[in-house]
C-alpha cells in the first residue's frame, strides 16, 4: 500500500524565509499574516529588493501555475500562516490564473502607494495594510500602544517598505499612532524605537500634539 504525501500548512514567524528565488513548490495562499516578495538585489542572493506584498487570502508562488521555479524569494514581513492550493485539473488552474491577474493589479496599486507621496501618507498606507487602520489618529492606553507596536516588523523594515528613512518613518508613525504618553520629540520616539526588544519592535510613541 502506498501513501500519497499532503502539504500541510506552512507556520512562519517574523522574518522566516519561505523558499528562495530558484525553487520549486507549491501554489500558496496566505491565511494570515503579511509576506514580502524579493528579487535578488544586483544578482547579489543576500540583497534583496522587494518587490511586492502578499496579505491574507492572497495566492502566492504564482509560479507554480506554469509548472516553473519560483522567480521570487518569499520571507515573513509580520508572523503568518500559507496553506496549499490544489491545482491538479485545467479548470482548477485556469481559475488560479484569473484570480492572480487580478491580484496582481491590485498589490500593484498597494505598492505604488507604499513608494510615492508625502512619507506619512505611505506609512499610513502601510499600518492599513498590516490591520491597523482602525488605531489611525486615535489616543490610546499604554497597554494598548504596546501590543500594536509587538505586531510591527522592525523599524528599518518598514521604512525599506516605504522607501524612506527610519528616522522619517518613526516620526510618521508617531503623528499616526496612539500616544503611550511621556516624554514626547522625535528623539526620544527613535530612542524608544532601538530601545524595544526586535520583536516588538515597531510602533513609535505619538510625540506631537
Known sequence: MSFQHVPSVRVLARADTAWSPGDRGLLW????????????????ADVRSLVQLA???DLVGLEALCVQPYRLGASALTPAQLEPVETGSVEERESWLQAAVMQLQRRSLDMTALRSGPVPQRAAQLLRLLGHENHLGLLGSTAQADAI?????????????????????????????????????????LARWHAIPPLASALSERRRS
Request: glycine share 10%.
Open 55 to 57: 496579505l491574507p487570502g
Open 149 to 189: 507596536r509587538a505586531t510591527l516588523p522592525r523599524l528599518r523594515e518598514l521604512a525599506e517598505v516605504v522607501d524612506a528613512k527610519p528616522e522619517t518613518v518613526c516620526r510618521a508613525l508617531a503623528r499616526l499612532l496612539p500616544s503611550r504618553g511621556g516624554q514626547r520629540g522625535p528623539v526620544a520616539a
Open 29 to 44: 495562499r496566505v491565511s494570515y499574516g503579511v509576506l514580502r516578495l524579493d528579487r535578488p538585489a544586483h544578482g547579489d
